[in-house]
């Protein structure tokens, strides 16, 4: 081989890893990025539990099956003692409602969900 055509081989083989190290070091960062991404989403949105006697009304509509009306009705209606109590009392949250909700709720404020030991 002439020892051009080696130069310019060996050019190319420099050139190639470098565009492989380029290439990993994108992957990894793209994958740390991501990581960190999902971390984030979990840590903002884990369930924080909600006192109903004492949240406002944004969040006792982020509960599931509460929107405006019925976070207006808790507002209006509470204090509740527990949530059977809450079910009872407010028009528009039955048995089905209430078990997507327990395990949101904390009337108490011990950190605890209340239906759930």
């Known amino acids: ?8 081989l060996e050019a190319r083989q420099q050139r190639t890893a ?3 190290r380029t290439k990993r070091l994108f992957y990894i960062l793209g994958a740390a ?12 949105s884990g369930n924080k539990l909600i ?11 982020s509960l599931p099956e509460v929107g405006p009306e019925i976070a207006d009705r808790i507002l209006k209606l509470r204090p ?5 109590d809450l079910e009872k009392r407010v028009p528009g949250i039955g048995p089905k409602s ?5 395990p ?3 009337f108490n ?6 239906c759930c030991p």
């Open 80 to 84: 509740f003692t527990d949530a059977n």
């Open 1 to 8: 081989m002439s020892e051009a055509f080696q130069k310019v």
């Open 98 to 102: 209430l078990e997507k909700m327990k």
């Open 51 to 61: 006192n109903p006697n004492s949240a406002t009304r944004e969040q006792l509509m």
């Open 18 to 20: 470098a565009e492989a």
């Open 33 to 44: 990025a991501l990581i960190f991404a999902v971390v984030f989403i979990v840590w903002r």
């Open 109 to 114: 404020n011990d950190g605890q969900a209340d």
């Open 104 to 106: 949101l709720l904390d």
